[in-house]
């Protein structure tokens, strides 16, 4: 007897939303309810990203186009996107390099409506001049929004780098602070 092909699926989808009078494409992945990738980027840019994660970090794992694994996850997304949440619920599943990990998990301890700069995640991480280094681990982040990346600014407090661009960044950001629209 042969051994049992073992697989597991990532579902990703992408929904249209309005942030602010703007019409975007939400693209969310996920994974037996625990999301890997959430961004406003095109779609084909995250698709060929989260194929990258899937070959370095889940071998074995195959990629699918449904909507329905991804509704609740979108729900809260939406609820964020209408003012209406702060803090999303749904379990994350992180996969990136240590230091990765160590950025995002800094980036989560950014307050709804705050900003810090790169330097501040840095000496938080134990890595006073790891600025560049922070701003990588920040433009690889998968998990866009939910680990807020965009919350991180220039230490002159321009808006700088982020990877679906900085009008997005400033439409989340102005959402943030209650000054949007």
Known sequence: MGKLAFSQTISYWVEPV????????????VSSSRLIMSGLDNKDIL??????????YLPGYE????????MDIIKEFQEYFSGERRNFSFPLWQLGT???????????EIPYGETCC???????????????AVGSA??????????????VI????HLVGYAS????????LNLESGRAG
Not at 118 to 132: F, L, M, N, V
Not at 154 to 157: C, L, Q, R, V
Not at 165 to 172: A, D, F, H, M, Y
């Open 18 to 29: 309005i942030i602010d009078g703007t019409w975007l494409e939400l693209f969310t992945a």
């Open 47 to 56: 698709l060929d990203q989260l194929q990258f994660i899937v070959r370095r």
């Open 63 to 70: 990629v699918s186009e449904q909507k329905e694994p991804n």
């Open 98 to 108: 240590q230091f990765q990990l160590r950025v995002w998990q800094a980036l989560l």
């Open 118 to 132: 790169y330097s501040d995640i840095a000496e938080q991480i134990g890595c006073s001049k790891g600025q560049r």
């Open 138 to 151: 920040n433009n690889k982040n998968p998990l866009g929004i939910v680990v807020p990346c965009h919350r």
């Open 154 to 157: 220039g230490k002159n407090g």
């Open 165 to 172: 661009g900085l009008e997005k960044k400033s439409i989340l």
